[in-house]
């Protein structure tokens, strides 16, 4: 028969050193998502008439809508189409490119 020890055999705890406070910042501390923006650049290739199109079925863009973002794109070489989570822009990205359109992903500090 084995014989347990009492618990006050038990080692002692640690005390709590009043002078350490333990820090209150945590290494999981969460940063705000950044904003990723799916931009599509003018091209030499592509009709108007196609990229209004693209940007109706990719986006559901309505007619007006669409062809407002493809003539900023046409005058001023750039539109930004969309704006949200990095994983979703890299969907639009692509799925643009798939389109023969010229796409980028870029960040909200990037212009």
């Not at 969309?82 to 010229?102: H, I, K, M, P």
């Amino acid at each position: 028969m084995e014989i347990l020890p009492s618990l006050t055999s038990v080692a002692p705890v640690a005390e709590a050193n009043p002078l350490h406070a333990p820090s209150t910042a945590t290494a999981t501390a969460t940063r705000p998502a950044d904003v990723w923006h799916v931009v599509v650049l003018n091209d030499p290739v592509n009709l108007m008439s196609y990229v209004v199109m693209v940007f109706k079925k990719v986006f559901g863009f309505d007619e007006v809508r669409a062809r407002k973002h493809m003539l900023e794109v046409h005058e001023q070489g750039r539109s930004v189409l969309w704006s949200g989570d990095r994983e979703r822009a890299e969907a639009y990205v692509f799925t643009l490119q798939q389109w023969q359109l010229t796409a980028v992903l870029e960040t909200h500090e990037t212009r």
